[in-house]
């Protein structure tokens, strides 16, 4: 088969503060690392100083890992919020999703809230919910939110709770330290660092071999004897929203691409191991016999079934939705070595090729991918043209290219790695993140962007600085071990403040994680303990 690849340049960028202390304990107090005008219009709290305390591991040269608690001198409550029901265009089982009750609506929805709230003898606030600074979202206003009380503990709001529920309303219990309006009070933190100049080791997107399987990261790193290991993209968690374990964007693991784009989303491209970027990246993939080519819509994923939608003819949307499933009534996916599960059976054709891309059989969909071949499944069109084209015997060619938002091809060798999510936090060294773009808010519905990134949550986010340091950082959150997480805007800033010229998202919620040695470092948010996840990011000491 023939594979169409090349590589692009990351540009060079100007020196910013790429400062990592080293010290063995540090306790200083700072400004907090996001202002108070950097999520405007909702009023905040005053801006308190932040007390950072860190304490720092040298795991080889050129890798460090630092752990930190950032605290506040703020005091956060239980209240009540009163919820509307929503629309929302997400299709999950994921347990990171909001809910289809939202807390913000419109002016009407809280004044009419408020005032039967008020003749029950309850004393409600309304709060208005500005849209944060992204650079592709409205500005100003999203919604107001009603709520009811201040309580220090849980149990001491269950009868307002219940009062409320009682007058015909849905409501539910709210923590303050998880709004923007407040400053977090605790964030637990942790930042790996790799300096390739003084790094002997690589740096690997990996999905251990199958991407048909899940697994956690801490067991990966410690299979694989690697230094430090993060979570990586998102992946599907369902079986209703494709292959479990699969990714839901683009993957490539030692070079191979094993996983497509859905529109244009953030990515960490590793080079060769050693030389790091992040950039918007799309792909493409046609298969060619006869002279006659037709464009492959996915690699190892159900046929029909698009995870976060971003392909040609998908619908509802051919541009990114997060947690949405879209479906593709013609469609032609490649599967590869990679994909070590049963192949997914149905309606259409399957050709079997092998190492050459010569036929070696043509028919009904199932079985499995050979070991030293590669197989495409077609349903509707793609389906015919594999029966008209793809005989037995017959070489097919196979192309595929990588391409960045700048229009440069992204070459894919031995040591090279992918690993895809969203959305992009800093560029160019400021904080630019295009949360519609890469449809992590819906303008239309924005109770999803709300939930999902405008309100505090367990985070992995992943940079470069100006030097070429690769920088990988957890938040945890949902109050494990006290810590609140981030919301979209302060993970971008807290990357800008470690020195990031560029910066992205990858999988947060119950997917944070980061492993030391084989050893779980952080707390995740799942009350099962670490989550199993499709992909990781494992920093490699020389010689494995």
């Known amino acids: 088969m023939l594979l169409v690849r090349s590589r692009g340049i990351a540009p060079r960028l100007p020196h910013r503060r790429a400062r990592l202390a080293v010290t063995a304990l540090l306790a200083v107090t700072a400004p907090a690392l996001v202002p108070a005008a950097a999520e405007a219009g ?40 009163v919820q509307v029901p929503s629309v929302l265009r997400l299709t999950t089982n994921d347990p990171d999703a909001p809910s289809s009750w939202s807390e913000v609506s419109d002016r009407d929805w809280a ?33 107001y939110r009603v709520r009811v009380g201040h309580f220090a503990a849980q149990d001491k709001a269950q009868s307002t709770l219940s009062a409320i529920n009682a007058l015909g309303l849905h409501a539910t219990l709210s923590w303050t330290g998880y709004d923007v309006q407040e400053e977090a009070d605790r964030e637990n933190v942790h930042v790996a660092v790799v300096d390739p100049k003084k790094f002997s080791g690589t740096v ?54 094993e996983s497509m784009a859905v529109g244009a989303r953030s990515a960490l491209i590793i080079d060769d191991g050693r030389t790091f970027r992040t950039a918007d990246l ?33 619908r509802p949307s051919e ?38 891309g010569r036929v070696v059989t043509a028919g009904a969909r199932g079985g499995r991918v050979p070991a030293n071949g590669h197989v495409l499944q077609g349903i509707d069109r793609a389906a015919n043209w594999l029966r008209d084209h793809a005989k037995p015997g017959r070489r097919i060619k196979v192309t595929e290219t990588v391409r960045d938002s700048e229009g440069r091809d992204v070459d894919l060798d031995r040591g090279d790695s992918v690993v895809s999510a969203a959305p992009t936090l800093v560029k160019d060294g400021r904080i630019d993140i295009d949360a519609a773009a890469e449809g992590i808010v819906d303008t239309e519905y924005p109770h999803f962007g709300y939930a999902w990134a405008n309100v505090r949550q367990p985070r992995t986010m992943a940079g470069v600085d100006s030097d070429g340091r690769l920088i990988l950082a957890t938040v945890d959150g949902r109050l494990k071990g006290g810590s609140e997480g981030f919301t979209i805007y302060e993970a971008a800033a807290f990357m800008k403040s470690l020195g990031a010229v560029q910066a992205m998202n990858l999988d947060g919620g119950g997917s944070t994680a980061m492993a030391v040695g084989g050893k779980l470092i952080n707390q995740p948010s799942e009350p099962s303990g670490e989550r199993a996840v499709g992909d990781t990011v494992q920093v490699m000491p020389a010689g494995n």
């Not at 308190?48 to 720092?56: G, L, N």
């Not at 046609?286 to 190892?300: E, H």
């Open 42 to 81: 909702s009023p905040r709290t005053p801006n308190p100083a932040v007390t950072e305390r860190w304490s720092t591991q040298t795991l080889a040269p050129g890798v460090t890992v630092r752990t930190g608690v950032l605290t506040t001198d703020v005091t956060h409550s239980w209240t009540v919020t």
């Open 111 to 143: 004044d009419a809230t408020a005032q039967k709230l008020t003749a029950a003898g309850l004393q409600p606030r309304v709060e208005g919910v500005d849209w944060p600074g992204y650079a592709d979202a409205p500005r100003g206003l999203m919604g």
């Open 204 to 257: 690997e997107a990996t999905h251990n071999g199958n991407v048909t399987d899940r697994e956690t990261t801490s067991a990966v790193s410690k299979k694989l004897a690697s230094l430090v290991g993060v979570n990586g993209g998102f992946f599907v968690l369902s079986p209703g929203d494709g292959v479990q374990g699969t990714m839901s964007g683009v993957g490539a693991y030692d070079g191979e691409l």
């Open 282 to 314: 799309t792909t493409g993939v046609t298969v060619q016999a006869d002279n006659v080519s037709f464009s492959v819509q996915g690699i190892n994923r159900t046929p029909g079934t698009v995870r976060d939608c971003g392909r040609p003819g998908a």
């Open 319 to 356: 541009l990114p939705w997060q947690d949405v499933t879209c479906r593709l009534a013609d469609d032609m996916v490649e599967f590869t070595p990679a994909f070590k599960a049963a192949l997914p059976t149905g309606p259409g054709t399957q050709v079997v090729l092998d190492a050459s």
